[in-house]
């Protein structure tokens, strides 16, 4: 069933921020902002292009790209609900700074910088600004730890540590039909052929067990060692 305006008064009205806030503000809020679907596999906003305004993702999964000079495909960012993307841009009204892709079907709420800026004017204290400092403060560690990642660790060792948190370290397979060569190699910012040389490494050892749909891994302390990390700190 659609989500309707009416829905987000009734669900903003949840949130703690909100709670205290009249009815009648709250339409206000939602009402700055407008309910947009995206059929699975389309492109919500992409690099480069102006201002598309900020997004939270109601219904449906996201990833949110960045494209290399070769046009290889990298994911910066894997979006569920309820989570804002493409923040920055409500901000300072500037270009996108990723492509956002539906990976399922998606229901937005989708804000314009004019508009946003208008509403944190009227309401300089209400949740919206305090929510999205906390998504912005938790992707920027996230992403400053994928820089880490990339400029310090190998692919082979980008690899190991992938499959850990995919299998929850171990205890789950890896759908392979979910999570292809293409999807994970853009997970490690390289390219599929670089990827599938590191689980051929790691299936010659015997540290995993490859089917045609599923990756289960057999050894994760030898995975823990080719991923370069502290296996008391890492947690999936």
Known sequence: MALTPSDLVELLGRVE???????????????AGQIRIFPAGA?????????????????????LCKLGPQGQQSIVAEIEPVIMFNEVTVLDGGANLTTAIAVQDCTTWNISHANFLSLMQRYPLVGLAQGLLRVMATRTRRLLSQYEDVSFRSVLARSAKLL?????????????????NTEMAARLSTVPEALSRSLKVFKQNGDILCTRTSIIVKQPKALEKFAQIDPVLFKG
């Open 17 to 31: 921020h909100f709670k205290r806030l009249p009815v009648a503000d709250r339409e206000t809020i939602v009402n």
């Open 43 to 63: 492109v919500i906003c992409r690099e480069g292009d102006p201002c598309a305004g900020m997004f939270v993702l109601l219904a449906g999964h996201v990833h």
């Open 164 to 180: 850990l948190e995919l299998s929850d370290n171990g205890q789950r397979p890896i759908d392979r039909k979910q999570l292809t």
